[in-house]
């Protein structure tokens, strides 16, 4: 696994994990960017989506359902976020998500 840092301040923007005869790009919190590929453009995916993925809609599998959610808060082994569905009772300061236990995946 290589850890991909941002030049000017040495920020965690991913990684990128071997697959095989490929590498997979993964978030901060090491959930799939795209499919695998070669360790040069999986290297780049991280650089161009990395971070800014963060903002984007993602869909959490819980209680055997998939969910929307938006991200507020991430971790290496869990993330911090906000159901989408304004139907679901929750916390007004999110529900934390252990990434090792929830699919997670970009929406």
């Known amino acids: 696994m290589y850890t991909i840092r ?14 095989g005869d490929h590498w997979q790009a993964t978030t901060v919190f090491n959930a799939a ?7 040069e453009e999986a290297e780049d995916i991280v650089r161009r989506d990395g971070l800014s993925c963060l903002a984007d809609r993602w869909l959490v599998e819980y209680d055997g ?3 929307e959610a938006r991200l507020q808060e991430v971790r290496p082994d ?7 569905d304004p139907m679901i009772e929750q916390s007004p ?4 998500i252990d990434t ?8």
């Not at 941002?6 to 697959?19: F, K, L, S, T």
């Not at 960017?33 to 360790?39: F, G, I, R, V």
């Not at 090792?100 to 929406?107: E, F, G, P, S, V």
């Open 6 to 19: 941002r030049d000017e301040d040495d920020e965690i923007m991913g990684y990128v994990v071997p697959v």
């Open 33 to 39: 960017l795209a499919d695998p590929t070669s360790l």
């Open 65 to 67: 359902e998939w969910r």
């Open 78 to 84: 869990s993330v911090r976020l906000w159901w989408a």
């Open 93 to 96: 300061h999110g529900q934390w």
């Open 100 to 107: 090792r236990a929830h699919k997670i995946r970009r929406a």
